[in-house]
């Protein structure tokens, strides 16, 4: 049985037994334990939300609690008590979700998904928690959305990572599935009042959500309607979804009313080895800001491999705009607040772990050899090759993975920057 008071206890008990050896900067980590999708995240109170899928007993994944950070400028993130733990009887997991606030009462609505896995019987099911200040929680009793308001076309065992939003009126709640077919689709749901909800519509299936969509969001940025979705086993194309599960955007029109999304592009939102799930809030400056997942599913994870009690990270935050129909990503502002002691960079120099590194370049080849001092033998590269990106960190005796080129070609000067 799990409770959010025996995680709190354990965490404040155990949390300074983590070796922080290996641990960030600037990306947000738990305490302890183990992390993957970001959830729930919004900008509420006049502060930054994250919540996030957590394991609080152990650095691999387990039963699905969800951790909690607050944070003035997404930089800095406090750790809050966690918000919730699979304690109903028809849950062994909380699985991940969205945030909306309540047009009426104003209050922090969180919606996850009741995962059942118990005695070769599974389950999901969706529901909510609510907060008048952010911090205390009220588990709503069931479900909002039961496995008897799946559609015929629709799995009825795998149904999840509900998230909100809200339009003329209604409030909509996008849910991951597939069809019997084991192709992925993505189901629209409901409500006038965040309690009775009803099954709207299905967007897919498509090619490209693969075998299952995960983690779907919805929002509207520059004049077009987008939707990010985490599809699972989708198959490569040349060096593109690479990884065992890739995450992509959705740039296109949606019409709730006549129930369709009209699918423009299609495109990979990260071609690196570590980015998954991820989730978007809008802030109180009309920003779309971006977090995934720092890592991905079928991998070793060194961290807790060597026996540091915590594995994963998210993101560094990143401002999303549409411009000239392509999905731009950059680094948050308030990132440069951080920055001191800048200096140039010269070959054969030491740098700390904690470095943040920035480099203006033509658009001619380049590659920078990043060096183990005690061992030349590890190493990995970071290049620029006939206009494409690369990351090489074959050579990397701690994490070795395959080399990865970007997915579009760079014929301008290049703007590198790597934050710890």
């Known amino acids: 049985m799990y409770t959010t008071k025996l995680a709190n206890d354990y965490i404040k008990k155990n949390k300074y037994s983590v070796n922080n050896k290996y641990r960030f900067k600037y990306h947000a980590m738990p305490p302890i334990g183990w992390m993957n999708d970001p959830n729930g995240l919004i900008y509420f109170n006049n502060e930054y939300h994250l919540f996030y899928q957590y394991n609080p007993y152990n650095s691999i994944s387990g039963p699905m609690h969800w951790g909690h950070f607050t944070s003035k400028d997404l930089v800095v993130f406090k750790d809050e008590d966690v918000v919730l733990a699979p304690e109903a009887i028809d849950e062994t997991g909380c699985f991940s979700g969205g945030a909306i606030v309540d047009e009426v009462t104003k209050e922090l609505v969180l919606f996850y998904t009741k995962h059942y896995e118990k005695y070769g019987v599974k389950f999901e099911t969706q529901n909510i928690v609510k907060s008048k200040d952010g911090i205390n929680f009220v588990k709503n009793d069931g479900n909002i959305i039961s496995t008897s308001m799946i559609p015929e076309h629709a799995d009825k065992y795998d149904f999840r990572d509900p998230n909100p939003y809200y339009k003329d009126g209604y409030y909509y709640v996008f849910i991951g599935s597939k069809n ?50 985490s599809a699972t086993n989708l198959k490569a194309e040349s060096n593109r979804f690479l990884n065992v599960n890739s995450s992509l955007y959705l740039i296109g029109k949606m019409d709730f009313e006549n129930k369709k ?45 060597l026996g540091h009690k915590w594995s994963g990270a998210l993101t560094i935050p990143r401002k999303l705009s549409i411009k000239d129909g392509h999905f731009m990503q950059y680094p948050i502002d308030e990132i440069k607040n951080y920055q001191t002691n800048k200096r140039g960079f010269t070959n054969g120099m030491l740098i700390s772990k904690s470095s943040d590194l920035l480099f203006k370049l033509g658009n001619g080849n380049f590659n920078f050899k990043f060096s183990n001092p005690n061992n030349d ?44």
């Open 180 to 229: 019997e077919y084991n192709q992925g689709q993505i189901l629209v749901y409901r409500s006038i009042d965040l309690v009775n909800f009803e099954y709207h519509f299905t967007i897919g299936p498509n090619k490209y959500f693969g075998d299952m969509a995960e983690c779907p969001d919805f929002f509207t940025i520059d004049g077009y309607d987008v939707i990010l979705v």
């Open 377 to 420: 033998d590890d190493y990995f590269i970071i290049g620029l090759d006939d206009g494409e990106l690369y990351l090489d960190s074959s050579k990397s005796i701690l994490w070795p993975q395959t080399r990865r080129n970007s997915l579009f070609k760079y014929n301008k000067e290049v703007e590198l920057r790597i934050l710890p």
């Open 261 to 305: 999304y009209e699918i423009i592009k299609v495109e990979e939102i990260d071609g690196g080895h570590d980015f998954y799930a991820p989730q978007t809030l809008l802030d109180n400056k009309n920003r779309r800001i971006m977090i995934g997942w720092l890592n991905m599913w079928g991998k070793d994870y060194y961290t807790h491999k």
